[in-house]
């Protein structure tokens, strides 16, 4: 029981059941507002951490050795093709609907300057994928008709293709570029 007569330096009766008050360091810790700032900071650092570690597992290493040279061969390429250039007539006829996984039969034709068919040793298809440089491939076409070829192509992904017809006759060889898009399987 305690006493009713107590002195100023006592002080007033204390409740048991009282519970001292928080201090200002430990109320900051819950207020939301600090928290939702530190959530989205940890969320955000976790984010780029994600997208770094992919961009350095998934580089599709489009990067060559030998970048130097092979632009100056692009150069020397270009520069030969528009003074030796066949002056030919070319059709790439790919299929509208053309979808991934699903075999397309893509069609060549050529025709010299004066209209005749052109005649050629070996015509060569070429298919690079620009984001990805494991999936890029070559088909030999085959001739069924006089400046006429074939070949039935299967793309193993669906998207952006860059591709390259390659027609070899004797000693010279022209390339025909053309980028196709090719949809989901």
Known sequence: MQNP?????????MDNDAEPRPSAQRW???NPWVLGWISAVVVVLGVNITMVTLAITTNPGLIRDDYYER??????TIQTRLAEGPQWTIQIDTPADIRAEQASRVRFAAVDKVGQPVGADRVEYF???PSDADRDFSLPMTQVG????????TFPLGGIWDTVVSVHHGEDAHSFAARISVGQP
């Not at 107590?6 to 007033?12: D, F, K, L, N």
């Not at 632009?71 to 020397?76: A, N, S």
């Not at 006089?146 to 192509?153: C, I, K, N, Q």
């Open 5 to 13: 007569t107590m002195t100023a330096a006592e002080g007033p009766p």
């Open 71 to 76: 632009g100056r061969d692009v150069e020397r």
């Open 146 to 153: 006089p400046g006429l070829f074939e070949a039935e192509v």
């Open 28 to 30: 900051t810790w819950k």
């Open 127 to 129: 298919a690079y994928r």
